[in-house]
């Protein structure tokens, strides 16, 4: 029964109506009535059922309340990872004559494209950060066999732009989830970044209305 079912999924105590439930809730915006009877026919359960496995998704933190159907990955995946990605490209240039951002939008719809050609479905965002903090670009992935990730880097780092990557992955304690690495300024950090500009601007603003 649970062949296709992922250790986290059982760990919830979820059954498969349970883990189709939440493939179908991915692909949907709200709770409307409409809504609820189309996810009932396609489970083949009553209406009733499926509200009752709606009520115990979000006790269980699974799917989170709010008045659309937003899946808490980090309770039913068994990993899930950001990776942070240096890429051999050319920082965006903004210009009158030039696009932006040059050269990273169609690199993020090649490894989407590559993704698909390769049968991997493992990136759920890929988000440039045009060179902030060192890093080119984020990704964000879900998958459930421990080596997957490295699967999917080895294929990558056959494309040859890949200089460097680091990938973390949630720490999840009680309903908190915990980051690492985690930076938090001093504060005296604080006071010079935050409090010494908020200070100089209202400084600003009181001359320019004196």
């Known amino acids: 029964m649970y062949s296709k079912i992922w250790y986290k999924a059982i760990d919830n105590n979820l059954d498969r109506k349970d883990v189709e439930l939440l493939n179908i809730l991915v692909k949907e915006k709200n709770f409307t009535d409409n809504e609820i009877d189309q996810f009932s026919k396609q489970l083949k359960v009553s209406t009733e059922e499926v509200r009752k496995r709606i009520v115990i998704l979000r006790k269980k933190n699974i799917i989170l309340k709010t008045n659309s159907s ?3 990955s980090v309770k039913v995946w068994n990993n899930y990872v950001y990776v942070f990605v240096k890429a051999s490209l050319k920082p965006p240039v903004i210009g009158m004559d030039i696009e932006y951002p040059t050269g990273w939008s169609d690199m993020m719809k090649r490894i989407m494209k590559f993704q ?3 049968k991997v ?3 759920r965002v890929v988000h440039g950060l045009h060179g902030i903090g060192g890093w080119d670009l984020l990704f964000i992935l879900t998958y459930n066999r421990a080596d997957a990730l490295v ?3 080895e294929l990558l780092n056959k494309e040859g732009w890949i200089t460097s990557a680091e990938s973390f992955s949630p720490q ?3 309903e908190l989830y915990i980051f690492d690495p985690i ?5 005296e950090e604080f006071d010079v970044e ?3 500009r908020l200070r100089t601007f209202e400084d600003e603003k009181y001359k320019s209305n004196g």
């Open 116 to 118: 698909k050609q390769k």
């Open 194 to 196: 935050v409090v010494d």
């Open 121 to 123: 479905d493992m990136l």
């Open 151 to 153: 699967e999917l880097f």
């Open 172 to 174: 999840e304690y009680k």
């Open 70 to 72: 937003v899946i808490n």
């Open 183 to 187: 930076s938090v300024p001093t504060p």
